[in-house]
């Protein structure tokens, strides 16, 4: 069974600084990770995924994770925080081993930025 | 349509009433998702349409919870009995056939039980 743990509810940082959203899986096979961003009262947008290749993926609004096998993890991450960057933050698994398979989300880290 | 579209935004129903949820998904995404987002519960896999399979209804927390799609577009969740705990927001996803394609969300219902 294919499963995401993000250990942290809530990350408080001060803007300028940098970001880090933690993020570890657990699979059969091979990872599709995925991250997403819900800001108040909105749906979730797609921020990156990671299928193959490079394990340093870059995505929207300046974020970029990267992949790392060995600990299985898919950490989000940004150089530089901005007050906009305030929102809820969610990682998410497919199992390439389970075929079509649905997405499996973590509980979502809540991200603040402080001025 | 240019995203995924759920209806309505939000929704006050009494417990034991019946609710509908609509979503209408992006033109040509095969692929449907239902999810439930509660608080601190982050997002639960409801049910998934794919083409003309039978649906993956694997995540229904129970038989009062059923959802159809109508001719490989517009879906219906439907929630009959309502409960207090069934209160939370619903979001509707959809994406193109795929293992490596991630979803596009619509904004959700927000459903309350009173």
């Known amino acids: 069974a294919q499963s995401v743990a993000q250990p942290e509810d809530q990350v408080n940082v001060a803007e300028g600084n940098p970001l880090t959203v933690k993020c570890t899986y657990s699979?059969?096979?091979?990872?599709?990770l995925f991250w997403y961003v819900q800001y108040p009262n909105r749906g979730l947008q797609f921020l990156l995924k990671y299928i193959t290749g490079d394990n340093l993926v870059k995505g929207s609004y300046g974020f970029e994770a990267e992949f790392n096998k060995s600990q299985t993890s898919f950490h989000l991450k940004k150089p530089s925080a901005l007050v906009s960057d305030s929102a809820l933050y969610f990682c998410?698994?497919?199992?390439?081993?389970?075929?079509?398979?649905?997405?499996?989300f973590g509980k979502g880290t809540r991200l603040s930025v402080i001025a | 349509g240019a995203g995924v579209s759920q209806s309505p935004s939000n929704k006050v129903t009494e417990k034991g009433k019946d609710v509908e949820l609509r979503c209408d998904p992006i033109s040509g995404h095969t692929a449907l998702y239902w999810y439930r987002q509660s608080l601190g519960q982050g997002l639960e896999f409801l049910i998934y349409?794919?083409?003309?399979?039978?649906?993956?209804k694997s995540g229904l927390p129970s038989d009062r919870f059923s959802a159809e799609r109508t001719g490989g577009s517009v879906s219906t969740l439907t929630i009959q009995r309502t409960q207090q705990e069934d209160s939370a927001v619903y979001l509707c996803?959809?994406?193109?056939?795929?293992?490596?394609?991630?979803?596009?969300f619509g904004s959700g219902t927000r459903l309350t039980v009173v």
């Open positions: 998410a698994v497919r199992d390439t081993y389970s075929g079509n398979t649905p997405l499996v």
């Open positions: 699979v059969s096979g091979n990872p599709y």
């Open positions: 349409f794919q083409g003309n399979s039978a649906p993956d």
């Open positions: 996803a959809s994406s193109l056939q795929g293992q490596n394609y991630g979803y596009t």
